[in-house]
């Protein structure tokens, strides 16, 4: 059986030439990806760029238990094309920090780095540099994206206005449920089909750049968008309060997978607190014109992706309000998200 090389064996530079000879650029617009003190790359005179940057702490955003090192590259990754197609636009360009504790295998990193090129070469990623250094005890990544969007198609969370028509992509809660499903190992909850459905929708989060794309190349007035990290409450409060509005959301209209209905209905669970209130699901959530919401519907169905009219927006400073299928107006608890020092 062939010895594992550890971290501490490889030491520093030597993780670097093994990442840097497995990790090749192919854009002309990279000059210089790793090997030098900084990347450096062209940029495109009629667009704007975008940058953002993400960090994950094991024992924080996650379980070595329940995720494995593939996933976890995928999904560090995931969460930050997310921020890019969040804006309008869409992502070329990453750089990663590690923290790796010196136990750390070199089979580990190789999956990890499995995890992070095979999602970058699905969406046109280039992987151009980073850092490595020691951790004490946990593993910590750290996540840098570059992206781009047309100069006058950057979509922000504000902008909304009273009358403006709520959608988001997808369906709201999966993840959630696939974190539960994870945590507490729900055995009498369902088929195994639909568990795996939502672990994997949990683990293994698709950003919606397609749908961001159709958005930005559209003439369609887009008014404010976010991405669903955080639950559709809490981030549709984010696009009101920004312009101290508030929104009515129709329960009716609220998208469920089949997988989530199954797994609530065999725990007895209500399935719009997960939809409402359900985080990590990576979802767009925008608004749009009234006058739009025709000519979206029809680009939508004609590209055969999934979109809901959930709800609108209203001129109540910071008030949700859920409107049942009887009719009855529920006010919802926006809530401020959670917060790393408290």
């Known amino acids: 059986m062939k010895k594992t090389t550890q971290l501490k064996q490889l030491g520093e530079f ?20 790793i090997g030098d003190d900084s990347a450096v790359f062209s940029t495109h ?3 704007l760029q975008l940058t953002s940057t993400d960090a994950l702490i094991e024992t924080i955003h996650f379980d070595l238990k329940t995720i494995s090192p593939i996933q976890l590259g995928h999904k560090a990754i995931a969460v930050n094309i997310s921020d890019i197609a969040a804006m309008g636009g869409t992502p070329y360009l990453a750089l990663i920090s590690l923290a790796f504790p010196s136990s750390t295998s070199t089979k580990f990193i190789d999956k990890l780095y499995s995890g992070f090129q095979t999602i970058c070469d699905s969406n046109k990623i280039e992987l151009v540099g980073g850092d490595t250094v020691a951790s004490p005890k946990h593993l910590f990544i750290n996540v840098c994206i570059v992206g781009e969007a047309f100069k006058d198609r950057v979509f922000y969370r504000t902008g909304a206005k009273p009358g403006d028509q709520i959608f988001v992509t997808g369906n709201l809660g999966d993840s ?3 974190l539960k499903i994870l945590r507490e190992k729900i055995k009498k909850s369902g088929s195994i089909k639909h568990k795996n459905t939502l672990v994997k929708k949990h683990l293994e989060p698709i950003p919606r750049v397609k749908e961001s794309s159709l958005l930005a190349r559209s003439k369609l007035k887009i008014t404010s968008m976010i991405d669903i990290s955080d639950g559709l409450t809490q981030d549709l409060g984010h696009l009101s309060t920004e312009n101290n509005l508030g929104a009515n959301l129709y329960e009716d209209r609220l998208p469920a997978s089949k997988a989530l209905l199954n797994v609530c209905f065999q725990k007895k669970y209500n399935p719009i ?3 409402l209130q359900g985080g990590e699901d990576y979802e767009l959530l925008f608004t749009i014109k009234p006058e739009d919401v025709k000519k979206l519907e029809k680009l939508f169905l004609k590209a055969n992706v999934f979109v809901s009219h959930i709800g609108e927006i209203t001129k109540s400073p910071k008030k949700i309000i859920l409107i049942t299928g009887n009719g009855s107006k529920v006010p919802l608890r926006v809530a401020t998200g959670f917060n790393h020092f408290k």
Do not use: Q, V, Y
């Not at 030597?14 to 990806?33: D, Q, V």
């Open 14 to 33: 030597g993780l670097i030439e093994r990442l840097r000879s497995k990790l090749n650029t192919h854009s002309p617009r990279i000059k210089k990806g």
């Open 45 to 47: 005179p009629n667009k």
């Open 176 to 178: 959630a449920m696939g």
């Open 273 to 275: 607190d997960w939809i």
